[in-house]
């Protein structure tokens, strides 16, 4: 069985400040996580994928994210909020041969100016 | 990459009807997954649709209620029958990458439907 915790629901950031999402993961055999980012009225777009290369992913829009296999963690950060990153952000992972993403509750991001 | 478009975008129904939303993908893929959006929340596997094969379902989804098809390898329609209120959502469908790597997957803008 697999699963995903996002710790916090809401997370406002001012303009310019880091921006730190977390994700912890729950799965019985290696991994692949992603990120996903859904603007208000829009679907998903993938942010980044880790798939058990590098463990440091560099993504679209600035933002990387480090998988951490001792904490079962992959967060999300970005190194400066641009008001364009306010959004709702998702965390997925998928194992074994189910090959279906399990998504976590997700976390609205409000950059503040 | 895949585009894919769904159909409609979004709809108002009444209880009781029944909605079929269309899928189509811009290249051939094996698996398609259907997700369920309830207001406020996050993303729900409803099924995955193989082309040539019965749907998957996942514990609390039953087919008499969403009814899928997969004639093709570009093309899948779910069907929210017998709809009520609690079936007010957005229904968006996916595909694994085409080339099969990674399992990440590429999602439509989504339907939003409301059940009155």
């Known amino acids: 069985a697999q699963s995903v915790t996002q710790l916090g629901s809401h997370v406002s950031v001012s303009e310019g400040a880091l921006v730190l999402l977390r994700c912890n993961y729950s799965?019985?055999?290696?991994?692949?996580l992603f990120w996903y980012v859904q603007y208000p009225n829009q679907g998903l777009q993938l942010l980044l994928k880790?798939?058990?290369?590098?463990?440091l992913v560099k993504g679209i829009n600035g933002f990387e994210a480090e998988f951490k296999k001792s904490e079962t963690s992959f967060h999300l950060t970005k190194p400066s909020a641009h008001m364009s990153d306010a959004a709702e952000y998702l965390c997925?992972?998928?194992?074994?041969?189910?090959?279906?993403?399990?998504f976590g509750s997700g976390t609205q991001l409000t950059v503040l100016p | 990459s895949a585009v894919i478009s769904q159909k409609p975008s979004r709809d108002i129904c009444q209880r009781g009807t029944s909605l079929t939303i269309q899928c189509q993908v811009d290249?051939?893929?094996?698996?398609m997954f259907w997700y369920r959006q309830q207001p406020g929340q996050s993303l729900t596997l409803i099924a995955t649709?193989?082309?040539?094969?019965?749907?998957?379902?996942e514990s609390g989804f039953v087919i008499d209620k969403f009814p899928i098809s997969r004639p093709n390898l570009t093309f899948s329609t779910l069907t929210v029958s017998n709809m009520s209120p609690e079936d007010s959502s957005i229904y968006l469908c996916?595909?694994?990458?085409?080339?099969?790597?990674?399992?990440?997957?590429?999602f439509g803008p989504g339907t939003r439907l409301t059940v009155t």
């Open positions: 996916s595909v694994e990458n085409p080339r099969g790597l990674s399992y990440e997957q590429y």
């Open positions: 799965s019985s055999v290696p991994p692949y």
């Open positions: 880790y798939t058990s290369a590098a463990t």
């Open positions: 997925a992972v998928s194992s074994g041969s189910a090959r279906q993403l399990t």
């Open positions: 290249s051939q893929v094996t698996m």
């Open positions: 649709a193989n082309q040539g094969s019965e749907a998957t379902y």
